[in-house]
């Protein structure tokens, strides 16, 4: 029996591949130097995109392949995708959540005791011979009993609050609606309110054009000169360049960020700042989460050509 045709937009570890290649016949994209006359080549054949978070399908894209009938993606997030588009003509979206969503808080939580301990400056401090030549490494801010906003209170908003918990935080959220599972948290129905009344704010929203900069320079200095902001979701949340000048210039604090506009290529005016710990976008990258991830994906694909129910799908 042939094997269906997918088309691959970009890497996968290697034991994806294999699982992969031994159920359908794949098309490496991301490896195509022509990537149009690749599309020209296998457009009629290919009836599946396994792509990921960062990379979804565009219009263009989805156009171009009069036989698509899946795009599975490999991550939560499913803002690259065209949802448009793919309705329009029917096509069936999944995505992997869940099996990330703790691994996504905990990166979150990291990032907001190390930027407030100081822990990347520290290890530099002694490694430099700083310690010892200078004295000790000057005073840092306190994590625990902060106020924190949880902008946008999903699954990985309530992960990252049922943790913070545990270091005696006041915790406050946005949501569409209050959540009645989590009535020790409060609710306040607008990020700047939030960002007011917040020392600590993590965005933790789904990205896409509904919530494109939610974070604009208004919250960003409500959130102020003592805040720290912390971003494990999409770079298209935050104005990044309101966030950039707020950092220069001193009206915010601090800033612990995953993702970039333009990532992996971030704008160079982060490198300069030292109020900033900046990280490779890898809230899900461990291990065992990649390979559950991984294991979804081929699930949704397989699902599909056996015409079983799909385990998580988005259309
Ligand atoms: C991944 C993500 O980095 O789940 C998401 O939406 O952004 C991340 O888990 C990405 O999808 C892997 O390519």
Known sequence: MSKPHILQMGPYPAWDVGALDARFTMHRYFEASDKEAFIRQHANEIRGIATRGELGAKRDLIAALPNLEIISVYGVGY???DLDAARERGIRVTNTPDVLTKDVADLAVTMMLAQARGIVAGDAWVRTGNWAEKGPLSLQRRAFGQKVGILGMG??????ARRLVGFDMEIAYTNRSPRNDAPNFTFIDNALALAEWSDVLFVTLTGGAATRHIVNESV??????NGLLVNVSRASNIDELALLDALETGRLGAAALDVFEGEPRLDPRFRRLSNVLLQPHHGSATEATRRAMGALMLDNLSAHFDGRPLPTHVL
């Open 155 to 160: 699954r990985i908003g309530m992960e990252v």
């Open 220 to 225: 960003i200095h409500a959130l102020g000169p």
């Open 79 to 81: 803002d690259a995708v």
